[in-house]
C-alpha cells in the first residue's frame, strides 16, 4: 500500500533509542516497526476483507481468503486481528458467516472468540451449503457447532475448505 501522509509522534531520547534498538533487532526502520505494531498485517488484511465482503461481490473467494487468513494465524495473532468489529455493513448471512469462522478459529487455536461474536443474532431461516435433499441431514450432523448455532449448516470448517 502507498505511503501518501505523515504522522509525527513525540518521544523522549530514552524512548527514541529504545524504537531505534528494538526496529534494528527486527531488521526494520523504525517506521515500519511501530507500524507493524500498532497495524499488524493480518489486522488490516481481515478489514480488507470484511470490505470486499461488504461491496457484494462474489463473497466466496473473499471467504476463502478469510479461512486462509485465520488459518495460519497463532493464537495471539488471531486475538489481535480480528479484535474490531467491522461487519455491521455485512448482510446477516455474512455477518453470521464471518463470526462462525472467527469463532471455529478461535476454538481451534484455544482462545477466546471476540466479543463482537456474541453480538450477531443467529440467522432466522436456516441455510444449507446445497439444494439437495439427501445432504442436508448429512449437514445438519457435520456441521461444526459454531455454525450450527448461528443456522448455518456446511460441511468443512477452518483448516479444511468451507
Known amino acids: 500500500m502507498p505511503k501518501t501522509a505523515q504522522l509525527q509522534i513525540r518521544v523522549s531520547a530514552r524512548q527514541k533509542a529504545a524504537l531505534k534498538r528494538l526496529a534494528a533487532a527486527a531488521g526494520q526502520d523504525v517506521s515500519a ?15 480488507e476483507i470484511l470490505r470486499v465482503l461488504a ?36 448482510s446477516p448471512f455474512l ?12 476454538v481451534a487455536k484455544a482462545v477466546d472468540p471476540p466479543s463482537w461474536t456474541a453480538s450477531i443474532p443467529p440467522l432466522d431461516v436456516p441455510y444449507f451449503a446445497t439444494d439437495l ?5 448429512h449437514l445438519l450432523r457435520a456441521s461444526p457447532v459454531t455454525f450450527r448455532r448461528r443456522n ?8 479444511a475448505r468451507v
Open 95 to 106: 455477518r453470521n458467516y464471518v463470526a462462525a469462522m472467527v469463532e471455529e478459529c478461535a
Open 33 to 47: 516497526y511501530v507500524l507493524g505494531r500498532v497495524l499488524p498485517p493480518a489486522r488490516l488484511r481481515f478489514q
Open 55 to 90: 461491496r457484494g461481490d462474489d463473497y466466496r473467494f473473499a471467504l476463502a481468503e478469510l479461512h486462509d487468513l485465520l488459518a495460519t494465524l497463532a493464537p495471539a495473532e488471531l486475538a489481535d486481528a480480528v479484535q474490531a468489529d467491522d461487519t455491521e455493513r455485512l
Open 133 to 137: 435433499p439427501g445432504l442436508r441431514l
Open 152 to 159: 448455518l449448516f456446511v460441511d468443512s470448517t477452518i483448516g
